[in-house]
């Protein structure tokens, strides 16, 4: 899993409600990533940063927000969780050297 | 709208034959090309890459071809075996225009029969 740790791995959740998905790698790669996996759509880049403080946006950004204030951690915020997050939740990261990108094992999150 | 199509939902394949897989993509910026395999409950796990001043990148089992005038690129498994089955994803990005984001396809399940 190339030093990468999320947490929880599992959760279960009301609507309205704040959630915090924690990624954290000890690589000290540059670029993390946010992704969802939902079936039908695959996998969905939702947020990544390609360094501390400096985040951009994916495909599916709304209703998700990041934070990148250490090298090693990423965290995805919900602000306020809807069911249509319901969703399992990967992080990944990699470095601008031409490396691949490495993924972690997921956090799977329901809303309830 | 998709950038990256995968076009098969799911394959079966026999053991010991070829899996082939495919992926088409219609950004013309994309320059690297990735495969990913995943099982349940773990995170997709990377396979082999190719970068588009290639046509043809090999490890040993695992072929990938790139057809960039037709924004198409396959992967070769041979021979299959039962431990192959999972889904697949393909994945790009345009790395020369200095954006390290990589646009996943929605993926294919691979079955492969003992």
């Known amino acids: 899993d190339a030093g990468i740790t999320q947490s929880p791995r599992h959760k279960v959740t009301e609507t309205g409600t704040p959630v915090t998905l924690r990624c954290h790698q000890t690589?000290?790669?540059?670029?993390m990533y946010w992704y969802r996996q939902d079936p039908g759509h695959g996998l969905r880049l939702i947020h990544y940063?390609?360094?501390?403080?400096?985040?951009d946006k994916g495909e599916v950004s709304d209703g998700y927000s990041v934070s990148r204030s250490k090298t090693e951690d990423f965290l995805l915020t919900l602000e306020s969780a809807t069911s249509s997050q319901t969703s399992v939740y990967f992080c990944?990261?990699?470095?601008?050297?031409?490396?691949?990108?490495?993924f972690g094992n997921g956090t799977r999150l329901t809303v309830t | 709208d998709q950038q990256v199509k995968q076009n098969s939902p799911s394959l079966s394949v026999q053991e010991g034959r070829i899996s082939i897989l495919n992926c088409d993509y219609t950004?013309?910026?994309?320059?690297?090309f990735l495969w990913y395999k995943k099982y349940p409950a773990e995170g997709p796990t990377f396979l082999i890459s190719?970068?588009?001043?290639?046509d043809k990148n090999e490890d040993g089992r695992f072929t990938v071809f790139l057809n960039k005038s037709a924004k198409h690129l396959s992967l070769h498994i041979v021979p299959s075996q039962p431990g192959d089955s999972a889904v697949y994803f393909c994945?790009?990005?345009?790395?020369?225009?200095?954006?390290?984001?990589?646009?996943f396809g929605t993926g294919t399940r691979l079955k492969v029969l003992a």
């Open positions: 990944a990261i990699s470095e601008p050297d031409g490396s691949p990108l490495h």
């Open positions: 690589e000290n790669h540059r670029y």
């Open positions: 940063s390609y360094g501390v403080k400096d985040t």
């Open positions: 950004n013309s910026m994309f320059d690297y």
């Open positions: 190719i970068s588009s001043i290639k």
């Open positions: 994945a790009a990005s345009a790395r020369t225009s200095g954006t390290y984001k990589y646009i």
